[in-house]
């Protein structure tokens, strides 16, 4: 059994940061990619960041510049720097992991709110 717990959601005003964070936990032997989606009303889930076992990291164009994704491998954990927030962040951000010998797991979501 794997679970991911994520924490740092609320409601911010446009232009302030928030900090998402995902902790790994349960039958783990090896914690391999990690990302954070995000899904906005009546939209898909989108990738918003990504990083690699080995700290490679990509971004969407969107977030480039603005959202930062970092990995503790001690912990487990994957965090979310987001600054410069803007309205259209607002969504349910999800974190997902690719965990032991390839299995994908999925946070249960964190709401984020941009709104003045």
């Known amino acids: 059994q794997v679970q991911l717990v994520e924490s740092g959601g609320g409601l911010v005003q446009p232009g302030g940061s928030l900090r998402l964070s995902c902790t790994v936990s349960?039958?783990?032997?090896?914690?391999?990619?990690m990302a954070w989606y995000r899904q906005a009303p009546g939209k898909q889930r989108e990738l918003v960041a990504h990083v690699t076992s080995g700290g490679s990291t990509n971004y969407a164009a969107s977030v480039k510049g603005r959202f930062t994704i970092s990995r503790d491998n001690a912990e487990n954990r994957v965090s979310l720097q987001m600054n410069s927030l803007k309205p259209e962040d607002t969504a349910v951000y999800y974190c997902?992991?690719?965990?032991?010998?390839?299995?994908?797991?999925w946070g249960q979501g964190t709401q984020v709110t941009v709104s003045s």
């Open positions: 997902n992991a690719n965990v032991n010998l390839g299995s994908y797991y």
């Open positions: 349960g039958t783990i032997s090896r914690v391999n990619a």
